[in-house]
């Protein structure tokens, strides 16, 4: 398996909006779709998030997720991770409520609090598709993205009889040394899964030098108890995934972290950044790790144990 390189596809996110890209889905059926292609095109876990049908603005009812859920489960064998992130300004209860309900292999936990801004990109925008979108973007310069230590053991508690997954989202170095804590109490005793982030504004850069800091920290912290996976927003996401890939990790795209598939040309779809990352990979000499070998490789429950 150490030639196995496993490619996590973010579907939607509940950064980027509407007007954007017009190939960003927020209909379940679009979500769904675009899932599924995903899937097919390699990537052996999909990560999450709901949105509202009618506008695109992020939500976290479980009625929602209901309606493409079902269709992805069905219909592909990929790896469902349902997001406890939501968006930087949803309450932490809404975050987790669709977790609780359906009960996937994987979730997300952020594993720290910080500014989380994206303002910038409302200047690239004069005519807006929905009204929330402008003020959603405009005041994400005063987000603090609440992930305290007393909603981090929440989650842990109400989760831990579930048997799920997680994939622990460090933006910053002190992340990963809140993860060390938790562990030092008990938590999280099961191998790691960690996401490194890059290229939040507010956490830390999209850098080679930042991926091997935050991987050997993780490695020096952790050990071989873990599983490094690497995503970064914006351009640098196909470099820094392949970086990853030659460092031994494994790697994240999707139009939840970036709109693009090359410099000004939008990704029509979220397969198509699948499918330019596995061409990649295994020019590389890496094999692109199937839904059942991702399961080998993080010690999953299987799609079977899931509530949906």
């Not at 010690?299 to 144990?305: D, E, Q, R, S």
Request: aromatic share 10%; proline share 4%.
């Amino acid at each position: 398996m150490k030639n196995k390189v496993v490619i996590t596809c973010a579907i939607t996110g509940g950064i980027h909006t509407p007007t954007l890209s017009k190939y960003l889905p927020y209909k379940p059926e679009d979500i769904a779709k675009q899932s599924i292609d995903a899937a097919e095109a390699g990537a052996s876990i999909l990560h999450l998030h709901a949105r509202d049908p009618n506008t695109g603005k992020p939500i976290g009812d479980v009625n929602v997720y209901k309606k493409f859920l079902k269709n992805i489960h069905n219909n592909t064998d990929a790896v469902i991770n349902i997001t406890t992130g939501g968006s930087p300004n949803m309450p932490p209860e809404e975050r987790l409520a669709a977790v609780l309900e359906f009960q996937p292999e994987m979730c997300s936990l952020n594993m720290g609090s910080m500014n989380f801004s994206f303002h910038p990109l409302a200047n690239k925008v004069k005519n807006w598709k929905f009204d929330w979108e402008e003020e959603y973007i405009r005041s994400s310069n005063s987000f603090i993205f609440r992930n305290t230590f007393e909603d981090i053991e929440r989650v842990y508690h109400l989760t831990k009889n579930l048997n799920i997954k997680f994939e622990h989202e460090c933006y910053d170095i002190g992340h990963l040394y809140n993860l060390a804590y938790f562990r030092n109490l008990g938590y999280f005793r099961d191998s790691l899964f960690v996401q490194g982030v890059f290229g939040i504004l507010g956490g830390i850069g999209s850098s080679l030098d930042n991926l091997m800091f935050m991987k050997n920290t993780a490695h020096n912290l952790f050990g071989d108890d873990l599983k490094w996976s690497t995503l970064s927003a914006g351009k640098t996401q196909i470099s820094m995934a392949t970086h990853s890939t030659l460092i031994g990790g494994h790697i994240r795209v999707g139009l939840e972290d970036n709109l693009f598939l090359s410099k000004g040309q939008l990704a029509e779809s979220n397969a198509s950044q699948v499918r330019k990352i596995r061409t990649i990979v295994e020019e590389l000499g890496y094999e692109v790790a199937t839904p059942e070998e991702a399961r080998l490789i993080l010690g999953l429950k299987g799609n079977k144990m899931v509530n949906i």
